[in-house]
């Protein structure tokens, strides 16, 4: 496949521009006729993101007073921005998008994590890339400040690899795939759906390892709530409920839950059965994962650049909602 074609026909932001309005679903009243409050959130394409599609196709914020809408970005990362400019009260992503998102002074706030996975990000690349150690000398590719990059960080750390031997390019997600296949790069540390299109698309490429490998590294997705929506309790614990609603949907009703995030996705509902189950979905807050997780990443954060100094956690980090609403996922706090 020429990249041109690929551009056209798989890069996540084309898929956004195809797809515009129709993306967006919208509550109108309740059930008592009384108008709605607006929770909008921001969302990726893939697995991680399926309790949001759940919650707005299904209409579960109504059922708690809430009108809500989902917006498809890249990924993650790039819809925690819309967070920030006001236009989404909700996004999720993993540490680093947070904490380098704070660190310049960004209005947001974590208030549980929603999903976990050790199959959903992986490292994908050339077959003769047998071992870790076939990684020195070769290039290799991960959007910055992202899942992606800690993995990385993480992988090189547990092989013992020399980091100065192996040259890193930043790519964003949906340049991945081509640049694999214009050898470019070698290899890439990526989340789904990207690695499995590289084995299917790149001749002599396959999924080398999942994160969850060794031990390596477990991905966590945070919901970071804007500072309108934290100030709003009401409104905020609302919203809370119906995600933990929304999000135990993805694991009582898989299959319902994968044919509707596949078809908003336009990701075939069989592919969305697979990752999905890839993934363990359960809003919580247990303090002792949530600050370990944090302070660990902050510390690769900071020795990469990604952020100035150590956030202020008492701030960044905000248990009172799932203390409230659900006390017994939100232990240690």
Not at 8 to 14: A, I, N, S
Not at 16 to 27: A, E
Not at 115 to 139: F, H, N, V, Y
């Amino acid at each position: 496949m020429d990249q041109d074609s690929y551009s056209r026909g798989m890069t996540r932001r084309g898929f956004v521009v195809s797809v515009g309005p129709g993306m967006y679903v919208l509550g109108m009243a309740g059930a008592n006729g009384a108008p709605l409050k607006k929770v909008p959130t921001s969302t990726g394409i893939d697995a991680l993101f399926v309790p949001f599609v759940v919650a707005a196709e299904l209409k579960i914020f109504e059922k708690y007073g809430l009108e809500t809408s989902y917006k498809p970005f890249d990924d993650g990362n790039v819809a925690l921005d819309a967070v920030l400019t006001g236009s989404s009260d909700i996004g999720a992503t993993t540490e680093f998008g947070g904490l380098s998102r704070w660190d310049k002074g960004g209005k947001l706030y974590v208030t549980s994590y929603s999903s976990t996975s050790g199959q959903q990000i992986g490292l994908a690349g050339r077959d003769d890339i047998k071992r870790p150690e076939d990684l020195i000398g070769r290039t290799v590719a991960y959007p910055r400040a992202t899942g992606g990059h800690l993995y990385f960080m993480r992988y090189v750390k547990k092989y013992n690899l020399p980091v100065d031997k192996i040259k890193v390019k930043f790519l964003q997600a949906p340049e991945m795939v081509a640049a694999l296949e214009r050898r470019d790069i070698d290899a890439f540390f990526l989340w789904e759906p990207w690695l499995d299109k590289a084995a299917q698309l790149v001749q002599g490429a396959r999924v080398l390892a999942r994160s969850g490998d060794d031990g390596v590294f477990i991905l966590t997705s945070y919901d970071y709530y804007s500072q309108g929506l934290i100030d709003d309790q009401p409104r905020a614990a609302a919203a809370t409920r119906a995600l933990i609603e929304a999000t135990d949907f993805c694991n009582t009703n898989a299959a319902e839950a994968a044919k509707v995030a596949g078809k908003a996705f336009r990701i075939p509902e069989a592919d969305m059965k697979v990752y999905m189950s890839r993934m363990k979905y359960r809003v919580e807050m247990p303090k002792d994962v949530v600050l370990g997780n944090f302070r660990g990443a902050a510390e690769v954060a900071l020795g990469e650049g990604i952020i100035k100094k150590m956030p202020d956690w008492n701030d960044f980090v905000r248990p009172q909602l799932m203390k409230e609403v659900a006390p017994d996922r939100a232990v240690g706090w």
